[in-house]
T-cell receptor, first 114, second 114 residues
Framework: AQSVTQPDIHITVSEGASLELRCNYS??????LFWYVQSPGQGLQLLLK??????LVQGIKGFEAEFKRSQSSFNLRKPSVHWSDAAEYFC????????????FGGGTRVLVKP | NAGVTQTPKFQVLKTGQSMTLQCAQD?????MYWYRQDPGMGLRLIYY???????DKGEVPNGYNVSRLNKREFSLRLESAAPSQTSVYFC?????????????FGQGTRLTVV
């Protein structure tokens, strides 16, 4: 069975500073990996996804993530954070061989200081 | 484009009451899912339907039933609500297996059981 770990429950970052959110996964086959963002009271919006190919993936809102198979990681980064990036971020792994299920990490809440 | 639509958005139940959460998608997706979201636990899969006419248990199915009414609609039923089922419920849909597409989420139903 697949699993996802997001080690950081909360992160506080100053506006304009860089941001990195960690994600480690466990899955026996080639993983499909996703980052979603959830603003307060809202549903989940896809930031980016990795299926194959280039291990550095670009997403919306200036985010990128790097897939590192040797470390079983898929960390999310943004060079310069904006106040509107304050939200909860979820990493997920897709198990397409088992009904297309997504397994989520526990989430990381990002607070942005002015 | 409506995407994934959930009703209701908010609900308060008394312990022992029953209710059905409705979900419909207009993207012609084969797979649909019900997740619950609890603080610090990410999203956990309750049930999923890989295609019309099939349903399978996810990680936390106890106390719930589902119906895949047709390709568009996937409902979640609580037969006898318990306080432990207080949560935010998300419906999602995705393309069929092997195509590696992401899941699209509804806006959520906030359920409180008192």
């Amino acid at each position: 069975a697949q699993s996802v770990t997001q080690p950081d429950i909360h992160i506080t970052v100053s506006e304009g500073a860089s941001l990195e959110l960690r994600c480690n996964y466990s899955y026996g086959a080639t993983p499909y990996l996703f980052w979603y963002v959830q603003s307060p009271g809202q549903g989940l919006q896809l930031l980016l996804k990795y299926f194959s190919g280039d291990t550095l993936v670009q997403g919306i809102k200036g985010f990128e993530a790097e897939f590192k198979r040797s470390q079983s990681s898929f960390n999310l980064r943004k060079p310069s954070v904006h106040w509107s990036d304050a939200a909860e971020y979820f990493c997920a792994v897709g198990a397409w061989a088992a009904g297309n299920k997504l397994t989520f990490g526990g989430g990381t809440r990002v607070l942005v200081k002015p | 484009n409506a995407g994934v639509t959930q009703t209701p958005k908010f609900q308060v139940l008394k312990t022992g009451q029953s209710m059905t959460l409705q979900c419909a998608q207009d993207m012609n997706h084969n797979s649909m899912y019900w997740y619950r979201q609890d603080p610090g636990m990410g999203l956990r899969l309750i049930y999923y339907s890989a295609s019309e006419g099939t349903t399978d248990k996810g990680e936390v199915p106890n106390g719930y039933n589902v119906s895949r009414l047709n390709k568009r609609e996937f409902s979640l039923r609580l037969e006898s609500a318990a306080p432990s089922q207080t949560s935010v419920y998300f419906c999602a849909s995705s393309e069929e297996r092997g195509k590696g597409t992401e899941a699209f989420f509804g806006q959520g139903t906030r359920l409180t059981v008192v």
